[in-house]
């Protein structure tokens, strides 16, 4: 069973053009994340929820719109894409109880490829 | 401010070295989690350890083993006997007030036949 789940895993579109990321993980967690892998391998947070409210966003340009539904989902929308929004996208989510964080689980990754 | 630094970039060795990945992080919080990931070709990001900030004890996991060492602000990974299989890029990685990961910017091991 996969525990945090992106889809699609590949997507190649063209600028200008509007592209959602799903995610769904089936662990209970509380907080969800989403992070950017550059070219470079850099990983950097963009957004977290925690129980659908949102907690941190990373100087992130505005064409990118994170939903929760749910606290099992964190959808990425994206509009207007760029060049230089192609990367690797993760999902992540994890677990913390009184402050102790429980680590934390990533999905497999989407790689967005603008043209 | 937080940051993880891994200096080593690449590293390559041939199969049956031993092979030590360093970290060096900066945090003022007395609380906060240390983590490393594995990311293999195949590009998902693979869970290897979290320690906390009270626990300096080394873990060792078969051929893996870790070194934390609050005096000097490292956290550092070692192979013992490595293997091909072990190719891969490694991040460290810290959390503090159970919040956001910050990353190293990786180190690149390539292990030779």
């Known amino acids: 069973d996969t525990a945090v789940s992106q889809t699609p895993k590949y997507l190649v579109t063209q600028m200008g053009n509007d592209k959602s990321i799903k995610c769904e993980q089936n662990l209970g967690h509380d907080t969800m994340y989403w992070y950017k892998q550059d070219s470079k391998k850099f990983l950097k947070i963009m957004f977290s929820y925690n129980n659908k409210e949102l907690i941190i966003n990373e100087t992130v340009p505005n064409r990118f719109s994170p939903k929760s539904p749910d606290k099992a989902h964190l959808n990425l929308h994206i509009n207007s894409l760029e060049l230089g929004d192609s990367a690797v996208y993760f999902c992540a989510s994890s677990q913390d109880l009184e402050g102790i964080s429980y680590g934390y689980t990533f999905g497999s990754g989407t790689r967005l490829t603008v043209v | 401010a937080q940051k993880v630094t891994q200096a080593q970039t690449e590293i390559s060795v041939v199969e049956k070295e031993d092979v030590t990945l360093d970290c060096v992080y900066e945090?003022?919080?007395?609380?906060?989690?240390l983590f490393w990931y594995k990311q293999p070709p195949s590009g998902e990001l693979v869970f290897l350890i979290r320690?906390?900030?009270?626990?300096?004890q080394n873990e060792i996991s078969g051929r893996y083993s870790w070194n934390f060492q609050k005096s000097t602000s490292s956290f550092n990974f070692t192979i013992t006997a490595s293997q091909v299989v072990d190719s891969a890029v490694y991040f460290c990685a810290l959390s503090y007030n159970t919040d956001k990961l910050i990353f190293g910017t990786g180190t690149r091991l390539q292990v030779f036949p």
């Open positions: 945090t003022r919080d007395t609380t906060y989690y």
């Open positions: 320690r906390n900030s009270f626990d300096e």
